[in-house]
């Protein structure tokens, strides 16, 4: 079974630095990009950028380049989502997805979803 | 890269049809046979309901049905069944990007 399990809420103040995880479990880690969407309280989904664990090449949206890094450790089918300087307006839900493998079962979708990790910024 | 448009409400009644639009550009929903649908119920996680237009997922009712023409995608909820109230959002591939539409929320009168 497919499962994206993701690291526990966090609160922090501004400034501070943060990673948060998204460990993959029940496929080949290494064959799926992996994605980051955030979801601000009572908003909308928001694409932040995908990396693919096999060599992390890493995409970013226009919105989030330099905002935000992406990285994996293919060691422990581990993608992770990381802030050096946070903001209040970083306070949002994450969420990690795979993208689908593409061929017979589609292309461009993401076919599997995190549970999502809450973040909290506030002094 | 703009967000995709959608309307912020639809609704229906138990049976009936709600049909939802999600308007883009030539170089997103127009330019490309990639939209995907997924419906978000509160405190979850999304989940795809329909990818590259139209086709659903192992396990997805064939109530749920897509569509596009030119820039403009649409989703079709048939028979409506008090699950099917939550947010659905619309996406595109966009050409290394991806971009999602800003959400309707489905009531189930």
């Known amino acids: 079974e497919v499962q994206l399990v993701q690291s526990g809420a966090e609160v922090k103040k501004p400034g501070e630095s943060l990673k948060i995880s998204c460990k993959g479990s029940g496929y080949t880690f290494t064959n799926y990009w992996i994605g980051w969407v955030r979801q601000m309280p009572g908003k909308g989904l928001e694409w932040m950028g995908l990396?693919?664990?096999?060599?992390?090449?890493?995409r970013y949206s226009p919105s989030f380049q330099g905002q935000v890094t992406i990285s994996a450790d293919k060691s422990i089918s581990t993608a992770y989502l990381q802030w050096s300087g946070l903001k209040a307006s970083d306070t949002a839900m994450y969420y990690c997805a795979r993208r689908s493998p593409g061929g017979t079962s589609g292309w461009y979708y993401f076919d599997y979803w995190g549970q999502g990790t809450l973040v909290t910024v506030s002094s | 890269q703009s967000a995709l448009t959608q309307p912020p409400s639809a609704s229906g009644s138990p049976g009936q049809s709600v049909t939802i639009s999600c308007t883009g550009t030539?170089?997103?929903?127009?330019?490309?046979?990639?939209v995907s649908w997924y419906q978000q119920h509160p405190g979850k996680a999304p989940k795809v309901i329909i990818y590259?237009?139209?086709k659903r997922p192992s396990g997805v009712p064939d109530r749920f049905s897509g569509s596009k023409s030119g820039n403009t995608a649409s989703l079709t909820v048939s028979g409506l069944q008090a699950e099917d109230e939550a947010d659905y959002y619309c996406?595109?591939?966009?050409?290394?990007?991806?971009?999602f539409g800003t959400g309707t929320k489905v009531t189930v009168l």
């Open positions: 996406s595109s591939y966009a050409g290394s990007n991806y971009v």
């Open positions: 990396i693919y664990p096999g060599d992390s090449d890493t």
């Open positions: 030539s170089s997103d929903v127009g330019g490309y046979n990639y």
């Open positions: 590259e237009v139209s």
